[in-house]
């Protein structure tokens, strides 16, 4: 059996999972998510705990045995605990404000660029209390953005294409970047050097 698959997965307490014709549903306070398990996979609940199984033994089977398992596991930490991405903004002028659920990002362009919130994901301008709280580091941290929702997918999803917007350069850092993404710096490019 594949390790990751066989893993049991606890549900916690104000959460649910059903299994019905192929669609495994998670309820909680953080939401409601949907999954759809291919055939030879099943998921059996009892005790509080899910388990994933699967009939066949080729590699396939065994690849969408762990696969489910974690999405699995991913609903139920998404709808009790919730999945954020922290995107950074660095740049001369660049700033980010809330725009009724969506942002207006200042970033360099002639115009300003609107990200419209998606269905169950929330955005969070921090304030520069909160950066600081999270040791980002010193070096090019401008303003910074949490994208906060209950699906793990939609989260980095929508970080993505914040992140695409700008991408960073490697002189000045100046761009937008994940929190946890390390960018070689390079040297700024000097004159011809003498002999």
Known sequence: MSRVGKTIIQIPAGVTVEFNEGICMVKGSGGELK????????????????????????????????????????????????????????????????KGDGLLLNIGYSHPCEVKAEEGIKFKVLTPQEISALNLGRDGIGQVIQVIGASKERVGAVASKIRDLRPVEP????????????????ESKSGAKKK
């Open 35 to 98: 999954q759809e398990i291919k055939s030879p996979i099943s998921v059996i609940i009892e005790n509080a705990t899910v388990r994933v199984e699967r009939s066949k033994e080729d590699g396939k089977s065994r690849a969408l045995h762990g696969l489910y398992n974690r999405l699995i596991q991913n609903m139920i930490t998404g709808v009790s605990q919730g999945f954020t991405k922290t995107v950074i903004l660095n740049g001369v002028g660049y700033k980010a404000a809330m």
């Open 171 to 186: 002189y000045h850092l100046y761009g937008i970047r994940y929190s946890t993404e390390r960018i070689q710096r390079k």
